[in-house]
Protein backbone atom coordinates (compact mmCIF):
# COMPACT_ATOMS: atom_id res chain seq x y z
CA UNK A 1 0.00 0.00 0.00
CA UNK A 2 1.82 3.33 -1.13
CA UNK A 3 0.77 6.25 1.21
CA UNK A 4 0.68 9.56 -0.17
CA UNK A 5 2.55 12.64 1.79
CA UNK A 6 3.57 16.14 0.02
CA UNK A 7 7.15 16.67 1.10
CA UNK A 8 9.54 13.87 2.28
CA UNK A 9 12.45 14.78 4.44
CA UNK A 10 15.29 12.75 4.86
CA UNK A 11 17.42 12.43 7.67
CA UNK A 12 16.63 14.07 11.23
CA UNK A 13 19.17 17.02 11.91
CA UNK A 14 19.56 20.90 11.34
CA UNK A 15 18.79 21.00 7.71
CA UNK A 16 15.49 19.37 7.73
CA UNK A 17 14.36 20.69 10.92
CA UNK A 18 14.81 23.96 9.59
CA UNK A 19 13.43 23.38 6.17
CA UNK A 20 10.16 21.89 7.88
CA UNK A 21 10.15 24.60 9.88
CA UNK A 22 10.42 27.19 7.29
CA UNK A 23 7.28 25.08 4.74
CA UNK A 24 4.86 24.65 8.12
CA UNK A 25 5.12 28.68 8.27
CA UNK A 26 4.70 29.43 4.57
CA UNK A 27 2.37 26.27 3.61
CA UNK A 28 0.93 24.99 6.70
CA UNK A 29 -1.46 22.88 4.72
CA UNK A 30 1.28 20.64 3.22
CA UNK A 31 1.87 17.52 4.29
CA UNK A 32 5.26 15.99 5.40
CA UNK A 33 6.69 13.22 6.61
CA UNK A 34 10.50 12.74 7.69
CA UNK A 35 12.58 9.33 8.24
CA UNK A 36 15.54 9.46 10.44
CA UNK A 37 17.68 5.52 10.60
CA UNK A 38 18.69 6.12 14.01
CA UNK A 39 16.54 6.32 16.91
CA UNK A 40 16.99 10.08 18.09
CA UNK A 41 17.01 13.33 16.46
CA UNK A 42 20.20 15.36 15.85
CA UNK A 43 22.37 12.19 16.30
CA UNK A 44 25.02 12.39 14.15
CA UNK A 45 26.68 15.96 12.75
CA UNK A 46 23.75 18.10 14.56
CA UNK A 47 24.50 16.28 18.37
CA UNK A 48 26.58 19.01 19.75
CA UNK A 49 29.39 16.88 20.92
CA UNK A 50 29.97 15.94 17.13
CA UNK A 51 29.89 19.55 16.28
CA UNK A 52 31.94 22.42 17.42
CA UNK A 53 28.61 24.48 17.85
CA UNK A 54 30.93 28.07 16.99
CA UNK A 55 27.74 29.69 15.24
CA UNK A 56 30.01 29.81 12.30
CA UNK A 57 30.08 33.62 11.48
CA UNK A 58 33.39 34.27 10.67
CA UNK A 59 34.57 36.40 13.51
CA UNK A 60 37.27 34.07 14.71
CA UNK A 61 38.13 31.46 12.03
CA UNK A 62 40.95 32.68 10.21
CA UNK A 63 40.11 30.02 7.35
CA UNK A 64 37.60 32.70 5.84
CA UNK A 65 39.74 35.37 5.85
CA UNK A 66 43.14 34.28 4.25
CA UNK A 67 46.36 36.31 3.36
CA UNK A 68 47.07 36.77 -0.33
CA UNK A 69 50.22 36.89 -1.93
CA UNK A 70 50.76 40.43 -1.46
CA UNK A 71 50.36 39.75 2.07
CA UNK A 72 46.88 41.68 1.72
CA UNK A 73 44.37 39.92 3.70
CA UNK A 74 40.76 38.65 1.89
CA UNK A 75 37.57 39.21 3.81
CA UNK A 76 35.05 39.08 1.18
CA UNK A 77 34.31 35.25 2.30
CA UNK A 78 34.38 35.86 5.95
CA UNK A 79 31.55 38.93 5.14
CA UNK A 80 29.66 36.54 2.66
CA UNK A 81 29.25 33.85 5.98
CA UNK A 82 28.82 36.38 8.58
CA UNK A 83 25.71 37.69 5.91
CA UNK A 84 24.61 34.41 5.84
CA UNK A 85 24.79 33.59 9.89
CA UNK A 86 22.40 36.81 10.26
CA UNK A 87 19.80 35.91 8.43
CA UNK A 88 19.57 32.70 10.74
CA UNK A 89 19.81 34.92 14.02
CA UNK A 90 16.61 36.47 12.66
CA UNK A 91 15.18 33.40 11.54
CA UNK A 92 15.15 31.85 15.62
CA UNK A 93 14.20 35.28 16.61
CA UNK A 94 10.85 34.63 14.46
CA UNK A 95 10.41 31.42 15.96
CA UNK A 96 10.84 32.35 19.57
CA UNK A 97 8.68 35.16 19.02
CA UNK A 98 5.87 32.86 17.21
CA UNK A 99 5.80 29.72 19.39
CA UNK A 100 8.49 27.57 17.67
CA UNK A 101 11.30 27.97 19.62
CA UNK A 102 11.37 28.45 22.97
CA UNK A 103 13.54 29.49 25.75
CA UNK A 104 16.57 31.15 23.46
CA UNK A 105 18.97 29.89 26.16
CA UNK A 106 18.44 26.61 25.77
CA UNK A 107 20.28 26.28 22.44
CA UNK A 108 22.12 29.86 21.98
CA UNK A 109 24.36 31.77 24.26
CA UNK A 110 26.69 34.74 24.34
CA UNK A 111 30.39 33.49 24.11
CA UNK A 112 33.58 36.08 23.06
CA UNK A 113 34.82 34.60 19.45
CA UNK A 114 38.33 35.40 19.42
CA UNK A 115 41.62 34.65 16.74
CA UNK A 116 44.92 34.12 18.31
CA UNK A 117 48.38 33.83 16.86
CA UNK A 118 51.77 33.67 17.77
CA UNK A 119 55.14 34.87 16.07
CA UNK A 120 56.12 37.90 14.48
CA UNK A 121 54.32 36.81 10.94
CA UNK A 122 51.23 35.57 12.12
CA UNK A 123 50.96 38.99 14.79
CA UNK A 124 51.18 41.20 11.55
CA UNK A 125 48.64 38.98 9.37
CA UNK A 126 46.31 39.49 12.42
CA UNK A 127 46.88 43.56 12.35
CA UNK A 128 45.84 43.13 8.62
CA UNK A 129 43.07 41.78 9.69
CA UNK A 130 41.78 43.54 12.02
CA UNK A 131 42.30 46.76 10.24
CA UNK A 132 40.56 44.82 6.54
CA UNK A 133 37.41 44.05 9.01
CA UNK A 134 36.84 45.90 12.10
CA UNK A 135 35.53 49.43 10.16
CA UNK A 136 32.89 46.98 8.36
CA UNK A 137 29.59 47.41 9.63
CA UNK A 138 28.99 43.52 10.59
CA UNK A 139 32.13 43.07 12.50
CA UNK A 140 32.07 46.00 14.63
CA UNK A 141 33.03 46.08 18.27
CA UNK A 142 36.23 43.66 17.11
CA UNK A 143 39.83 44.65 19.04
CA UNK A 144 43.23 43.62 18.43
CA UNK A 145 45.14 43.20 20.97
CA UNK A 146 48.62 42.70 21.33
CA UNK A 147 49.62 43.41 24.82
CA UNK A 148 50.49 40.33 27.76
CA UNK A 149 49.04 42.15 30.39
CA UNK A 150 45.62 42.21 28.53
CA UNK A 151 46.22 38.48 26.90
CA UNK A 152 46.29 37.18 30.41
CA UNK A 153 43.48 38.91 32.21
CA UNK A 154 41.25 37.61 29.23
CA UNK A 155 42.53 34.10 28.60
CA UNK A 156 44.17 33.39 32.22
CA UNK A 157 44.02 29.83 31.17
CA UNK A 158 45.90 30.23 28.00
CA UNK A 159 48.37 32.80 29.50
CA UNK A 160 49.51 30.96 32.66
CA UNK A 161 53.31 29.59 31.77
CA UNK A 162 53.62 31.08 28.07
CA UNK A 163 56.98 32.52 26.98
CA UNK A 164 55.87 36.26 26.06
CA UNK A 165 59.02 36.53 24.23
CA UNK A 166 57.14 35.08 21.43
CA UNK A 167 54.80 37.93 20.33
CA UNK A 168 51.14 36.90 20.47
CA UNK A 169 48.05 38.82 18.95
CA UNK A 170 44.46 38.32 19.54
CA UNK A 171 41.37 39.73 17.27
CA UNK A 172 38.68 39.83 20.10
CA UNK A 173 34.96 39.90 19.61
CA UNK A 174 32.47 40.33 22.22
CA UNK A 175 29.50 39.42 19.70
CA UNK A 176 30.23 35.77 19.40
CA UNK A 177 27.48 33.06 20.23
CA UNK A 178 27.81 29.39 21.30
CA UNK A 179 25.00 27.32 19.48
CA UNK A 180 23.66 23.71 20.64
CA UNK A 181 22.60 22.39 17.40
CA UNK A 182 21.15 19.21 18.56
CA UNK A 183 18.75 21.33 21.28
CA UNK A 184 17.77 23.30 18.14
CA UNK A 185 16.99 20.91 16.11
CA UNK A 186 15.68 19.05 18.27
CA UNK A 187 12.64 22.11 19.34
CA UNK A 188 12.17 22.36 15.73
CA UNK A 189 11.33 19.45 14.99
CA UNK A 190 9.12 19.09 17.95
CA UNK A 191 7.09 21.86 16.49
CA UNK A 192 7.23 20.39 13.47
CA UNK A 193 5.51 17.05 14.70
CA UNK A 194 2.87 18.93 17.25
CA UNK A 195 1.33 20.60 14.08
CA UNK A 196 0.79 17.33 12.21
CA UNK A 197 4.18 16.13 10.15
CA UNK A 198 4.40 12.30 10.36
CA UNK A 199 8.12 11.85 12.55
CA UNK A 200 9.56 8.25 12.07
CA UNK A 201 12.57 7.23 13.62
CA UNK A 202 14.73 3.83 13.23
CA UNK A 203 13.21 4.12 9.66
CA UNK A 204 16.24 3.67 6.78
CA UNK A 205 15.32 5.30 3.15
CA UNK A 206 16.32 2.38 1.08
CA UNK A 207 15.52 3.57 -2.35
CA UNK A 208 14.78 6.86 -4.53
CA UNK A 209 12.63 6.22 -7.61
CA UNK A 210 10.78 9.01 -9.86
CA UNK A 211 7.81 8.35 -11.09
CA UNK A 212 5.89 9.04 -15.00
CA UNK A 213 3.75 11.91 -12.57
CA UNK A 214 7.09 13.57 -11.40
CA UNK A 215 6.35 12.28 -7.97
CA UNK A 216 9.39 10.44 -5.77
CA UNK A 217 8.64 7.14 -4.66
CA UNK A 218 10.22 6.72 -1.38
CA UNK A 219 11.05 3.35 -0.04
CA UNK A 220 11.63 3.30 3.88
CA UNK A 221 12.59 0.03 6.08
CA UNK A 222 11.31 0.32 9.37
CA UNK A 223 15.08 -0.82 11.34
CA UNK A 224 13.29 -2.23 14.38
CA UNK A 225 10.84 -4.97 12.33
CA UNK A 226 11.85 -4.49 9.12
CA UNK A 227 8.46 -3.96 7.77
CA UNK A 228 8.84 -1.82 4.54
CA UNK A 229 6.78 1.67 3.87
CA UNK A 230 6.15 3.22 0.54
CA UNK A 231 5.55 6.73 0.14
CA UNK A 232 4.67 9.04 -3.14
CA UNK A 233 6.10 12.46 -2.70
CA UNK A 234 5.76 15.98 -4.53
CA UNK A 235 8.99 16.67 -3.18
CA UNK A 236 11.61 15.24 -1.64
CA UNK A 237 14.72 16.47 0.95
CA UNK A 238 18.13 14.94 1.45
CA UNK A 239 19.27 16.39 4.61
CA UNK A 240 21.09 13.24 5.85
CA UNK A 241 24.31 14.78 6.53
CA UNK A 242 27.54 12.14 4.67
CA UNK A 243 24.59 9.94 3.85
CA UNK A 244 22.86 12.44 1.47
CA UNK A 245 25.64 11.82 -1.30
CA UNK A 246 24.79 7.71 -1.64
CA UNK A 247 20.88 8.56 -1.71
CA UNK A 248 21.00 11.34 -4.41
CA UNK A 249 23.04 8.96 -6.24
CA UNK A 250 20.27 6.45 -6.09
CA UNK A 251 17.80 9.24 -6.95
CA UNK A 252 19.58 8.91 -10.38
CA UNK A 253 19.26 12.75 -11.04
CA UNK A 254 21.93 13.89 -13.49
CA UNK A 255 22.86 16.87 -11.21
CA UNK A 256 24.60 14.67 -8.95
CA UNK A 257 27.12 13.23 -11.70
CA UNK A 258 30.86 14.06 -11.23
CA UNK A 259 30.20 14.77 -7.19
CA UNK A 260 31.98 12.78 -4.92
CA UNK A 261 33.07 12.77 -1.03
CA UNK A 262 36.27 12.56 0.80
CA UNK A 263 35.45 11.74 4.51
CA UNK A 264 37.24 13.43 7.45
CA UNK A 265 36.73 12.21 10.84
CA UNK A 266 37.44 14.05 13.65
CA UNK A 267 38.75 13.65 17.73
CA UNK A 268 38.72 16.58 20.52
CA UNK A 269 39.80 16.59 23.82
CA UNK A 270 36.56 17.44 26.30
CA UNK A 271 38.29 18.77 29.72
CA UNK A 272 36.43 16.75 32.98
CA UNK A 273 37.97 19.33 35.76
CA UNK A 274 34.69 21.74 36.34
CA UNK A 275 37.53 23.89 38.14
CA UNK A 276 39.18 24.17 34.96
CA UNK A 277 36.17 24.81 32.89
CA UNK A 278 35.72 27.83 34.91
CA UNK A 279 39.00 29.70 33.74
CA UNK A 280 38.20 29.96 30.28
CA UNK A 281 35.36 31.77 28.64
CA UNK A 282 35.73 31.86 25.31
CA UNK A 283 35.97 30.34 21.48
CA UNK A 284 39.50 30.84 20.31
CA UNK A 285 41.31 29.78 16.95
CA UNK A 286 43.90 29.47 15.72
CA UNK A 287 45.53 28.94 12.41
CA UNK A 288 45.49 25.95 10.59
CA UNK A 289 48.77 23.37 10.09
CA UNK A 290 50.13 23.17 6.27
CA UNK A 291 48.21 20.97 4.85
CA UNK A 292 45.23 20.54 7.46
CA UNK A 293 41.85 20.57 5.86
CA UNK A 294 40.03 23.87 6.88
CA UNK A 295 37.93 21.65 9.00
CA UNK A 296 40.89 21.26 11.34
CA UNK A 297 41.62 24.30 12.45
CA UNK A 298 42.52 23.77 15.95
CA UNK A 299 40.79 25.83 18.73
CA UNK A 300 40.06 26.05 22.49
CA UNK A 301 36.02 26.17 22.80
CA UNK A 302 33.83 26.61 25.47
CA UNK A 303 30.66 24.94 24.76
CA UNK A 304 27.32 25.61 26.55
CA UNK A 305 25.19 22.62 26.37
CA UNK A 306 22.29 22.32 28.72
CA UNK A 307 22.55 24.74 30.63
CA UNK A 308 26.43 23.46 31.51
CA UNK A 309 29.76 24.96 30.61
CA UNK A 310 32.09 22.69 28.71
CA UNK A 311 35.53 22.87 27.41
CA UNK A 312 36.70 21.50 24.06
CA UNK A 313 40.40 21.43 22.46
CA UNK A 314 40.71 19.78 18.87
CA UNK A 315 39.90 18.71 16.28
CA UNK A 316 42.43 16.25 15.69
CA UNK A 317 41.82 15.02 12.18
CA UNK A 318 41.56 10.94 11.14
CA UNK A 319 40.45 9.27 8.05
CA UNK A 320 37.77 6.41 7.39
CA UNK A 321 35.77 5.27 5.02
CA UNK A 322 32.52 5.38 7.04
CA UNK A 323 30.22 8.89 5.47
CA UNK A 324 28.37 8.90 9.15
CA UNK A 325 29.50 8.20 12.34
CA UNK A 326 27.54 5.38 12.79
CA UNK A 327 28.02 4.21 8.91
CA UNK A 328 30.01 1.17 7.05
CA UNK A 329 33.57 1.09 5.83
CA UNK A 330 31.67 0.58 2.88
CA UNK A 331 30.08 3.84 2.43
CA UNK A 332 33.22 5.42 0.30
CA UNK A 333 33.68 2.68 -2.22
CA UNK A 334 29.84 1.96 -2.58
CA UNK A 335 29.90 5.74 -3.86
CA UNK A 336 32.33 5.49 -6.49
CA UNK A 337 30.69 6.04 -9.62
CA UNK A 338 32.25 6.07 -13.49
CA UNK A 339 31.53 9.80 -13.38
CA UNK A 340 33.01 10.32 -10.21
CA UNK A 341 36.59 8.55 -10.60
CA UNK A 342 38.14 11.32 -12.07
CA UNK A 343 37.26 14.16 -9.85
CA UNK A 344 38.60 11.74 -6.83
CA UNK A 345 41.73 10.35 -8.51
CA UNK A 346 42.54 14.10 -9.52
CA UNK A 347 42.28 15.19 -5.85
CA UNK A 348 44.26 12.14 -4.36
CA UNK A 349 47.13 13.75 -6.62
CA UNK A 350 46.92 17.38 -5.52
CA UNK A 351 46.22 17.16 -2.27
CA UNK A 352 49.29 14.92 -1.11
CA UNK A 353 49.91 17.47 1.80
CA UNK A 354 46.72 16.41 2.86
CA UNK A 355 47.58 12.65 2.96
CA UNK A 356 50.49 13.47 4.82
CA UNK A 357 48.90 15.63 6.98
CA UNK A 358 45.87 12.76 8.23
CA UNK A 359 48.97 10.17 8.22
CA UNK A 360 50.31 11.94 11.19
CA UNK A 361 47.62 12.78 12.88
CA UNK A 362 46.63 9.08 12.70
CA UNK A 363 50.05 8.16 14.13
CA UNK A 364 49.38 10.56 16.97
CA UNK A 365 49.09 9.11 20.89
CA UNK A 366 47.04 10.87 23.08
CA UNK A 367 50.30 12.40 25.50
CA UNK A 368 51.13 13.43 21.17
CA UNK A 369 47.75 15.32 21.20
CA UNK A 370 48.21 17.18 24.25
CA UNK A 371 51.82 18.18 23.39
CA UNK A 372 50.01 19.77 20.60
CA UNK A 373 47.16 21.75 22.96
CA UNK A 374 50.63 23.33 24.59
CA UNK A 375 50.13 25.81 21.80
CA UNK A 376 47.00 26.95 23.49
CA UNK A 377 47.39 25.70 26.95
CA UNK A 378 51.12 26.07 27.81
CA UNK A 379 50.75 23.71 31.49
CA UNK A 380 48.10 21.51 29.83
CA UNK A 381 47.84 18.66 32.07
CA UNK A 382 46.71 15.07 30.04
CA UNK A 383 45.15 13.74 33.53
CA UNK A 384 42.37 16.55 33.09
CA UNK A 385 41.10 15.44 29.33
CA UNK A 386 39.62 12.84 28.08
CA UNK A 387 39.65 11.80 23.97
CA UNK A 388 36.23 12.09 22.33
CA UNK A 389 35.37 11.03 18.52
CA UNK A 390 33.29 13.58 16.91
CA UNK A 391 31.19 13.78 14.19
CA UNK A 392 32.28 12.50 10.45
CA UNK A 393 32.82 15.25 8.07
CA UNK A 394 32.73 14.36 4.16
CA UNK A 395 33.82 17.33 1.60
CA UNK A 396 32.35 17.50 -1.29
CA UNK A 397 35.11 16.44 -4.71
CA UNK A 398 33.59 18.14 -7.37
CA UNK A 399 34.86 17.67 -11.18
CA UNK A 400 36.63 20.66 -12.84
CA UNK A 401 38.16 19.71 -16.08
CA UNK A 402 39.84 16.47 -16.21
CA UNK A 403 40.03 16.18 -12.86
CA UNK A 404 38.46 17.54 -9.80
CA UNK A 405 38.33 19.94 -6.68
CA UNK A 406 38.19 19.69 -3.27
CA UNK A 407 35.87 22.16 -1.78
CA UNK A 408 35.16 23.55 1.97
CA UNK A 409 31.41 24.51 2.20
CA UNK A 410 28.57 23.42 1.39
CA UNK A 411 26.65 22.76 -1.74
CA UNK A 412 22.58 22.65 -2.20
CA UNK A 413 22.21 19.85 -5.79
CA UNK A 414 18.52 20.25 -6.68
CA UNK A 415 17.17 18.48 -9.75
CA UNK A 416 16.02 20.37 -12.87
CA UNK A 417 12.49 20.26 -12.24
CA UNK A 418 12.71 21.02 -8.56
CA UNK A 419 11.31 18.01 -7.80
CA UNK A 420 14.00 16.82 -5.25
CA UNK A 421 17.38 18.12 -3.99
CA UNK A 422 20.16 17.50 -1.23
CA UNK A 423 23.17 18.76 1.15
CA UNK A 424 26.62 18.24 0.56
CA UNK A 425 29.33 19.27 2.36
CA UNK A 426 30.05 20.37 5.82
CA UNK A 427 31.48 23.51 7.36
CA UNK A 428 30.35 26.09 7.82
CA UNK A 429 27.01 24.06 7.02
CA UNK A 430 24.89 24.30 10.73
CA UNK A 431 25.29 27.68 11.11
CA UNK A 432 24.40 29.23 7.57
CA UNK A 433 21.53 26.42 7.27
CA UNK A 434 18.31 28.90 7.34
CA UNK A 435 20.23 30.57 3.86
CA UNK A 436 20.58 27.24 2.49
CA UNK A 437 17.03 26.15 2.97
CA UNK A 438 15.97 29.34 1.70
CA UNK A 439 18.09 28.82 -1.59
CA UNK A 440 16.17 25.02 -1.64
CA UNK A 441 12.94 26.77 -1.54
CA UNK A 442 14.02 29.26 -4.07
CA UNK A 443 15.32 26.58 -6.67
CA UNK A 444 12.31 23.80 -6.44
CA UNK A 445 9.53 26.01 -5.51
CA UNK A 446 10.14 29.00 -7.71
CA UNK A 447 6.19 29.77 -8.45
CA UNK A 448 5.07 29.59 -4.93
CA UNK A 449 8.38 31.59 -3.56
CA UNK A 450 6.89 34.63 -5.03
CA UNK A 451 4.14 33.82 -3.24
CA UNK A 452 5.69 32.86 -0.14
CA UNK A 453 7.95 36.11 -0.22
CA UNK A 454 5.97 38.78 1.88
CA UNK A 455 5.49 36.13 4.53
CA UNK A 456 9.49 35.67 4.38
CA UNK A 457 10.05 39.32 4.75
CA UNK A 458 8.52 39.25 7.98
CA UNK A 459 10.66 36.39 9.51
CA UNK A 460 13.83 37.85 7.71
CA UNK A 461 13.77 41.27 7.39
CA UNK A 462 16.62 41.52 5.77
CA UNK A 463 15.63 38.87 2.66
CA UNK A 464 17.29 40.03 -0.70
CA UNK A 465 19.16 43.07 1.50
CA UNK A 466 22.87 42.67 1.90
CA UNK A 467 23.66 44.11 5.50
CA UNK A 468 26.94 44.89 4.58
CA UNK A 469 25.57 47.64 2.52
CA UNK A 470 22.50 48.56 4.43
CA UNK A 471 23.77 49.53 8.26
CA UNK A 472 20.96 51.42 9.44
CA UNK A 473 19.09 47.66 8.28
CA UNK A 474 21.61 45.56 10.08
CA UNK A 475 21.48 47.78 13.41
CA UNK A 476 17.95 47.43 13.58
CA UNK A 477 17.72 43.41 12.82
CA UNK A 478 20.60 43.44 15.34
CA UNK A 479 19.14 45.05 18.28
CA UNK A 480 15.77 42.94 17.44
CA UNK A 481 17.51 39.39 17.47
CA UNK A 482 19.81 40.78 20.61
CA UNK A 483 16.23 41.18 22.14
CA UNK A 484 14.34 38.03 21.47
CA UNK A 485 17.23 35.82 21.49
CA UNK A 486 18.40 37.29 25.19
CA UNK A 487 21.77 38.33 23.87
CA UNK A 488 20.69 42.20 24.56
CA UNK A 489 23.88 42.49 26.83
CA UNK A 490 26.28 41.59 24.37
CA UNK A 491 24.52 43.66 21.88
CA UNK A 492 25.49 46.75 24.27
CA UNK A 493 28.71 45.61 25.14
CA UNK A 494 29.67 45.43 21.46
CA UNK A 495 28.49 48.62 20.57
CA UNK A 496 30.68 50.36 23.85
CA UNK A 497 33.66 48.11 22.26
CA UNK A 498 33.05 49.60 18.69
CA UNK A 499 33.97 52.84 19.93
CA UNK A 500 37.25 51.80 21.27
CA UNK A 501 38.20 49.86 18.36
CA UNK A 502 37.49 52.88 15.90
CA UNK A 503 39.19 55.41 18.42
CA UNK A 504 42.08 52.49 17.61
CA UNK A 505 41.93 52.67 14.01
CA UNK A 506 42.47 56.28 13.78
Known amino acids: MTEKTDVVLIGAGIMSATLGALLRQLQPD ?55 FQVSRQFWAYAVENGVLGDPSGFINPIPHV ?3 H ?20 FEGMEYIDSPDEFSRRLPLMARGRDFSDPIALNWTDAGTDIDFGSLTKELLAHL ?5 DLAFGHEVRNLSKQADGSWLVKVRNTRNGKIRTIAAKFVFVGAGGGALPLLQKSGVKEIAGFAGFPVSGQFLRCTDRGLIGQHRAKVYGKAAVGAPPMSVPHLDTRVIDGEAGLLFGPYAGWTPKFLKDGSNGDLFKSIRAGNLAPMLGVGLTELSLVKYLVSELLKSQAGKVYTMEEFIPRADGRE ?17 AGGVLELGTAVIAAE ?50 LSENK ?3 QEVWNWTSKTLNLTDVAVDTATRAEVASTALV
Open 30 to 84: WSISLFERLDAAAAESSDPWNNAGTGHSALCELNYSPQNADGSVDVSKAIDINER
Open 417 to 466: DGSIAGLLGASPGASTCVTAMLDVLQRCFPREYSEWTPKLETMIPSLGVK
Open 115 to 117: SFV
Open 119 to 138: GASDVEYLRKRYEALARHPL
Open 472 to 474: ALF
Open 385 to 401: WELITAGQRVQIIRRKG
Open 193 to 197: GATGA
